[in-house]
């Protein structure tokens, strides 16, 4: 059973409210007239999430270095696409 029962204008200017008293606990019916439309409920559980997930996979510590040559010819363009191998920069003719 709702809590609280609120017209859909009244929910729409109180809406922070609304979702502050369903956090803190309680059930909120948003009606149309007297017909029900929507429920605001307390979540269900409040699970914290994992703060550094990646810091559990051991990356190696020079796995973003700059000193990639072929990395860097990518982000100057000198990729060469149809072999999808880096041939190095292009000769000057």
Avoid: N
């Amino acid at each position: 059973m709702p809590s609280a029962i609120f017209k859909i204008a009244e929910a729409r200017s109180r809406f922070s409210e609304l979702l502050a008293r369903a956090k803190a606990g309680e059930e909120i019916l948003i009606t149309r007239g007297r017909e029900p439309q929507a429920r605001i409920l307390p979540p269900a559980e409040t699970a914290e999430r994992e703060s550094a997930p990646l810091r559990r996979l051991r990356l190696p510590d020079d796995l973003f270095d700059s000193d990639d040559a072929e990395q860097a010819a990518i982000d100057a363009g000198d990729y060469t696409d149809a072999l999808g191998i880096w041939r190095g920069p292009p000769e000057a003719s």
